[in-house]
């Protein structure tokens, strides 16, 4: 049977979009890697996202994301806005509200376009990052090897549902520098499951230049829910006001961390690139 795919970004962070009706999409690594691989009879994309059918009252789907390492991860920003449109647009509605392994998401039209989505709450504590136990410090100083760091603290840990650390530099970092220290950092033993590694540059307290390593991705034109750890971060840091401009190259979203309810809302665009159909190894 074969499967169509929608190809979407958000801030150039891109996916393939695969929306199953009926059966659900239940790929393997191997298949994953196979829809993420640019060239070579790839598709290329920095995650892959099912969009399967709702398992519980009040959602409209249950969403799946992939990196194109191969492995699950529980929560993805700009493809979160990238479904959310999706599903409006489908049911004729400016607000939606589906399921996904970090929990329930909802999300409503901001503009042509543009969507406001409720990414939910931080994590913070250890445990839920995860954080190894057997570093129980609180001040951890990650030892990365010689690296000319730039950077000014002890790196700051929130999960989005996913894990980040967030580094704050005294200057924008280089694309060879991010790569170099955030694949060090990704698979660092402090973090069990990995880690996605923001380089976060503070130019106002309502404006941080960030730049992301993604866990299982690498280098991407744009983080999500790295863009909502770094503002969590920042404001834990006294760094910025609860609502800023989180800028990469590719452009910018806004994040909120709100106060009545400690959720995490960001806004930000959506683009439809093309649709095909997944190779047939793959359609299963
Ligand atoms: N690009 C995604 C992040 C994917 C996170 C993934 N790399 C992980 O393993 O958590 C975003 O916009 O939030």
């Given at each position: 049977?074969?499967?169509?795919?929608l190809?979407m970004?958000?801030?150039?962070?891109?996916?393939?979009?695969v929306?199953?009706?009926?059966?659900?999409?239940?790929?393997?690594?191997?298949?994953i890697?196979?829809?993420?691989k640019?060239?070579?009879?790839?598709?290329?994309?920095?995650?892959?996202?099912?969009?399967?059918?709702?398992?519980?009252?009040g959602?409209?789907?249950?969403v799946?994301?992939?990196?194109?390492?191969?492995?699950?991860?529980?929560?993805?920003?700009?493809?979160?806005?990238?479904v959310?449109?999706?599903?409006?647009?489908?049911?004729?509605?400016?607000?939606?509200?589906?399921?996904?392994?970090a929990?329930?998401?909802?999300?409503?039209a901001?503009?042509?376009?543009?969507?406001?989505?409720?990414?939910?709450?931080?994590?913070?504590?250890?445990?839920?990052?995860?954080?190894?136990?057997?570093?129980?410090?609180a001040?951890?100083?990650?030892?990365?090897?010689?690296?000319?760091?730039?950077?000014?603290?002890?790196?700051?840990?929130?999960?989005?549902?996913?894990?980040?650390?967030?580094?704050?530099?005294?200057?924008?970092?280089?694309?060879?520098?991010?790569?170099?220290?955030?694949?060090?950092v990704?698979?660092?033993?402090?973090?069990?499951?990995?880690?996605?590694?923001?380089?976060?540059?503070?130019?106002?307290?309502d404006?941080?230049?960030?730049?992301?390593?993604?866990?299982?991705?690498?280098?991407?034109a744009?983080?999500?829910t790295?863009?909502?750890a770094?503002?969590v971060?920042?404001?834990?840091?006294?760094?910025?006001?609860?609502?800023?401009?989180?800028?990469?190259?590719?452009?910018?979203?806004?994040?909120?961390?709100?106060?009545?309810?400690?959720?995490?809302?960001?806004?930000?665009?959506?683009?439809?690139?093309?649709?095909?159909?997944?190779?047939?190894?793959?359609?299963?």
């Amino acid at each position: 049977m074969s499967r169509t795919f929608l190809k979407m970004n958000g801030l150039g962070n891109d996916f393939v979009v695969v929306q199953t009706l009926t059966q659900n999409f239940e790929p393997t690594p191997e298949e994953i890697r196979a829809i993420a691989k640019r060239g070579d009879g790839g598709i290329g994309c920095d995650q892959v996202i099912a969009i399967d059918p709702p398992k519980a009252e009040g959602a409209s789907a249950y969403v799946r994301f992939w990196n194109s390492d191969g492995e699950e991860t529980g929560a993805c920003g700009n493809g979160t806005r990238c479904v959310a449109w999706l599903l409006m647009q489908s049911a004729g509605k400016t607000e939606v509200a589906f399921d996904t392994v970090a929990g329930r998401l909802s999300g409503v039209a901001a503009g042509e376009k543009l969507v406001t989505v409720d990414m939910g709450p931080p994590r913070l504590e250890w445990s839920q990052i995860p954080l190894a136990e057997a570093m129980d410090t609180a001040r951890v100083e990650l030892q990365v090897g010689p690296i000319d760091a730039p950077w000014v603290h002890t790196p700051v840990c929130v999960s989005m549902g996913n894990p980040h650390v967030v580094f704050f530099v005294d200057a924008p970092v280089s694309d060879e520098f991010a790569t170099k220290t955030g694949s060090l950092v990704e698979h660092h033993p402090l973090f069990p499951e990995g880690v996605n590694v923001g380089f976060a540059h503070v130019e106002s307290r309502d404006h941080i230049r960030l730049k992301v390593w993604e866990r299982g991705a690498g280098l991407t034109a744009a983080c999500g829910t790295g863009a909502c750890a770094a503002q969590v971060a920042a404001v834990r840091r006294g760094l910025t006001d609860r609502k800023a401009k989180v800028e990469f190259e590719s452009g910018a979203l806004t994040i909120e961390w709100r106060e009545s309810d400690g959720h995490v809302i960001m806004t930000g665009p959506v683009s439809m690139d093309f649709a095909g159909k997944l190779p047939e190894a793959v359609a299963a």
